[in-house]
């Protein structure tokens, strides 16, 4: 019975090391569009470049509260509204950190641009659609595209 009981933990824990090491990490990016019509994007501190604001989905947590506390933790804004799923991207090689399936929303968003995690972003800032910068960090340049171009892509 000991035994059992030992062989079922360790089964189970061998499950949970599988499912925390060899599975993809969820998490989300946001297109935000300030009511002008800009595109806020966020400057990584890792590197440099630019990228949509977002992050892994919490423990617990559903993928629109992460859109919002993501929103806010990275830009200072306010999401007023989802308003369509852009796209779900999934290629391995896609975050150079790990193997993560990213969601990716459109959302309508008010407030003021202001750095919030110091740790993560250097600069917020609002772009028109037409001047966006070219160098983005993971694959945040083939999200803008796909939003920009009215694809909703599985990836």
Known sequence: ?????????????????????????????????????????????????????????????????????????????ELVKIRRLVGVYSSPDR???IHSICVVVEADVQGNCQVQD?????EVKAFDVTSLPTDFSHDCERHLQDYLNGLTTLA
């Open 95 to 97: 975050d150079p950190r």
């Open 1 to 77: 019975m000991v035994l059992s009981r030992a062989k079922q933990f360790w089964n189970f824990g061998q499950t949970v090391l599988g499912i925390i090491f060899r599975h993809p990490v969820p998490g989300t990016s946001i297109i935000p569009i300030l009511p002008n019509g800009q595109i806020v994007l966020v400057r990584r501190r890792d590197n440099g470049k630019w990228a949509l604001p977002g992050g892994m989905v919490d423990w617990g947590e559903e993928i629109s509260t992460t859109i919002q506390r993501e929103l806010a933790e990275e830009t200072g804004l």
């Open 118 to 122: 110091i740790h993560e972003i250097t």
